[in-house]
């Protein structure tokens, strides 16, 4: 079977996988704190890479993997993609580089929803045995939150007797849902979210169209966000929302619908309608809210978005009430997946709800 064949949980939609990447962009003191401490001989056996979703965890902990692997002094984590090692890394074919990710049930043949336990005694045996070719060994977990109890109490073993010349590169949206005992075990590299700067560099280096700086405040700094925005035209999906709640007090339902109809869309390769929609709207409110607070974010998301927010939310007490719409949507749009509601007829009905509330905030 070949790559582009098998169902990977750590690939992004409408992005490529993280393998691919030329480099890392950004991050440049993390990267420096790193290869400091692994220059000093205090290479520590177990990393934590935490940081926002979507910020280049993945993308950095594959380059540290590489690094660790070609075992050759460097002041950069540059190294040569068409070596051997980067050959064998992409085809999934180094056997001294160990993958944990949530894996497909040979069952319904679809990806489970957790990490389980069988997957870590996997990557026990990996550590037992003697890699092919010597040296290091390097293992990726990601992300180690989607590890269930079970799981995590199995990885338990290998920080508390790390096994010798073994790095485990683990990868955390929520640190702070992993168990103590594995943070205290880790030394962390926390990735900040990426800067317009870097993110306009990302986008050119994948060719991805779209405004580095409305990508960048939307996404709110995750390149796999605005990846997902570019290949849904979030952007342009972002613009709708403002230009139909720019019309309040009235309220142009034909552009509601058209919203409403475009959540209602068959999901495809590069994500959810619905999901994409609601995601939006919640972005949209939490901007809002953080006007009524702090004045409307600059840069703006779309064309007249600092002027409707500084209308809809001039002061803390609309701050408060777009605070509460974003938590109500939120739980709306849960329990309306939950039990099967028609998208279109739940996005419709939250975008009547939310032009009605302006008049009692």
Known sequence: MSTDEIIEADRVPGAPHPRFAAGVIGHDATIRDFLATAGAGRLHHGWLLSGPRGTGKATLARALAKWLLADQPAATLSTDPDSPLSRRIL??????????????????????????????????????????????????????????????????????????????????????????????????????????????RILDRLQAPGDPDRLTALSGGSVGEALRLTGQDGLETYQAIIDLFATLPGFDRKAAMKLADLAGGRAGPDGDPFDLVVTLLDRFLSRAARAGLLGPPLPEAADGEADLLRRLSPDDRSARGWAAAQAELSARARKGRAVNLDPSALVLDMLIGLANRPATL
């Open 91 to 200: 085809a999934l074919s180094e056997p001294r580089l160990h993958l944990v990710r949530r894996s497909v049930d040979d069952r319904t043949g679809r990806l489970r929803s957790e990490i389980t336990v069988d997957d870590i005694r996997k990557l026990l045996s990996f550590f037992r045995l003697s890699a092919a070719e010597g040296g290091r060994r390097v293992a990726i977990i990601d992300p180690a939150d989607e590890m269930n109890r079970n799981a995590a109490n199995a990885l338990l073993k290998i920080p508390e007797e790390p096994p010798h010349d073994a790095v485990i590169l683990l990868i955390s949206h929520q640190p702070a849902q992993l168990l103590p005992t594995i943070r205290s075990r880790c030394r962390e590299l926390r990735l900040a979210p990426v800067s317009a700067t870097d993110m306009a």
